[in-house]
């Protein structure tokens, strides 16, 4: 009896592995979106599990890449360690701040370092893929990846709490979900990207179209235009609105 | 051609649900354990992203049942429309906190009504279970929950952050990973039970074996204690250890 049983695991074993690579070869992975999320991080008591947070919605995306960039000098083994125990593909990469603490603005050289990986590790045209910059201390609802990995140039969605407000974000013209026509923020609202971090992606394309485009030091809450601007977008009305035309706010 | 592609797509279904089949056959259903947690939430700002990383990292767990009880006199839109999108099997309940400001204990209405809803809906004996408290605005690794699955009576892990300090948790005895000999805590560290909510579990059956078994709002920060206590055990040196001998405390 436990032989027979043997032989009929045996025999689902080979059904499930002959149809998984029917659906393999069905699939056409070329076709398929990558979406590299840039993650600057750095050491404080709280790292660890903010970063496990974020394998466990990363590992609920498919064809997601994440690339961890620590502000240190050498790579630390904490996030070694816990990147080789995350399931999620990944890229570990570190890179220093400026010693000036004179700098109010966190994760540019890191973010630079992201975009310059993707400049070297990409063959341009070869793969379509999205850039997304994913901060360790948010909180990402995995719906949000599918948002944009349609995206043609660079698309945008209202995020929650942030800048002091319960939702920060796009709003389209009633009936036309299509089309964004103004944001709301409560921090200097006429920007001409009045958007967080978290709140926009970009075509992998764009990396190598503006091949100088980065990050710096010098505009300060205003990184999120800095390299929007460089990438080709003159204001984030010119982004693809997402979340059902910026109306999925979350309640919170 | 494209009609050829189709059979074989057909065919790739075939096999893959035929091989699922057989897998279900075989698994044996009744031998798994299902693990119930019990999660109190009350209302504030953060609390829908909290409850979004609890449903991401609980999305990762096999046979997870999730009952969400909310400080409230009836249930909310907001977390009944975001069970309703979170993918892990849940039941949604509803529990006051008594009106006292005084008391400095939070949860235990909600803790005593997920309990009561094991004793009235699982049937004794027939499931294998655990149940465990998992406080909506702690981060959890989700191979946790397959340390405690298998369980006999409870078991106990450390945790990391907690009681100001870095960790907290069981001890055991050199070359004896099997024996908790003592307990790192910074709070009180000569209680009986000297562990965080988040670092034990116990087998369902004991809430039918012990049907009075609850949480109390007398014993501040003894929640721990007042109910393994009253479900048979001394002291936690008679929990089973877990994490490799209460070793596994993660780098923070």
């Not at 540019?108 to 070869?126: D, F, H, P, T």
Request: charged share 20%; glycine share 6%; hydrophobic share 40%.
């Amino acid at each position: 009896m436990r032989s027979a049983v043997k032989v009929k695991a045996v025999w689902a074993l080979l059904l499930i592995i002959l149809g998984l690579i029917f659906v393999r070869i069905l699939s056409r992975p070329s076709d398929a979106v990558t979406i590299y999320v840039i993650t600057p991080t750095f050491y404080r008591i709280t790292q660890k599990p903010e970063l496990v947070r974020l394998c466990n919605t990363f590992s609920l995306v498919e064809n997601i890449h994440w690339i961890v960039i620590e502000d240190s000098v050498n790579k630390t083994d904490l996030v070694a360690n816990f990147l080789s125990e995350c399931k999620v593909s990944s890229t570990h990469l570190n890179a220093v701040s400026p010693k000036d603490k004179n700098y109010h603005i966190k994760g540019s050289n890191q973010r630079n370092a992201g975009m310059q990986w993707l400049r070297e590790n990409i063959v341009k045209g070869q793969q379509r893929g999205v850039v997304y910059f994913a901060d360790d201390d948010n909180t990402y609802d995995p719906r949000i990846f599918n948002e944009m990995r349609n995206l043609r140039q660079g698309a945008t969605w209202p995020v929650g709490i942030v800048g002091g407000s319960s939702w920060e974000g796009c709003i389209t013209a009633p009936g036309e979900p299509s089309r964004i026509v103004g944001f709301w923020a409560g921090y200097k609202p006429r920007r001409s990207f009045p958007i967080d971090m978290a709140a926009f992606a970009i075509n992998v394309d764009l990396l190598f179209t503006y091949p100088n485009a980065s990050f710096d030091y010098k505009h300060v809450e205003q990184q999120e235009g800095t390299l929007l601007s460089q990438v080709g977008f003159k204001s984030a009305l010119e982004l693809e609105p997402r979340a059902n035309g910026c109306s999925k706010v979350s309640q919170i």
